[in-house]
């Protein structure tokens, strides 16, 4: 069985939203007992992380340590024509994930208990994200 | 078809624990003779990577580069609730992988000559960490 | 419906080498109407990226960020074997990626409007380097 869903995410700019639920949801709607779940961020400048779920310092953190790591405005870059977060953008999205597979077990998401699953914008700005769920499986 | 199995890794504390064997042997203990296996690490402290399996002096250098990049005791790091290595350690997991897909080709794991499954444990403790194999193929 | 084609990319040393094209093929030439699409590369020296296609600095300037972020020659190595960009090649693998699933969402290939699959050599000389696309679908 196939099934697939295309949602959007808005963002407000850098930093991350969780989408755990949704992903969660789309598993536990359908009949699949075993199989796996595929994300997909369909953008060059938004990624996707599987991240400690509990506390919020974590994701600051690790905000924190990619800005000093991909400098926004960095002398190296000559790719500027959208901003001095552009070429940052798409090298943190590198550096992170555009897709995702999850195992489905027994019909119910199979995260551990303090994964979860979030969107990561890279750019100032807010901006709609496109992301596609892909579920196979039996 | 799809199979699926859970296992554990105990792992000493920081460093790579090889499990391309498990990996092979799923694959060839099942029918499937063409798919895709996927690899997946249910914790945000450790991690999957493929990477040279023959001079185990490449997976010493990995880690000092990552020990260096990602200092433990950093002061950018509020989140130290667990020690200097807490929060490194979900940025290491980011860095590389949670999940992995390795392709079945003619019934066989298609990996190439030099790559190897290896679990990464990014905590400086010991752990014991839950990986899950699922594999879809005809 | 499970299809697998195995592929060459002759490189001609460090740099991309975009192979959306190919897999696009593989994907409209299949009657795969929802599904995923894998791609592997075969090696520990060369990797994946979903990259911005259109303005090629965005390519350049990852390039350079990376020889920044792992410089070659660095005298924290010990694995020199092949050269001083020996060990630098196998962390830019771990650090970019070794297999992307794209969606196929109604018989062609999901990617967003920038995104291209790109293979990326991390030798200083040219390689031969092996890709693996297995789809699955309905």
Wanted: hydrophobic share 40%; with cysteine; net charge negative.
């Amino acid at each position: 069985m196939i099934k697939q869903k295309i949602f959007s995410v808005e963002t407000k700019g850098r930093g991350t939203t969780n989408i755990t639920a949704q992903v969660e949801k789309f598993i536990t709607d359908s009949d699949v007992h075993t199989g796996l779940c595929h994300v997909f961020v369909r953008h060059t400048s938004a990624s996707l992380i599987l991240c400690e779920n509990a506390d919020p310092t974590v994701r600051s953190d690790l905000e924190a340590f990619m800005a000093r790591l991909v400098p926004d405005g960095d002398a190296l870059f000559e790719h500027i024509l959208e901003g001095e977060d552009d070429m940052p953008a798409h090298i943190r999205t590198i550096l992170s994930h555009s897709d995702i597979h999850i195992p489905v077990i027994q019909g119910r998401c199979g995260l551990g208990t303090w994964q979860g699953v979030f969107l990561w914008e890279h750019r100032s700005a807010g901006h709609t994200r496109q992301v596609v769920l892909t579920l196979i499986g039996d």
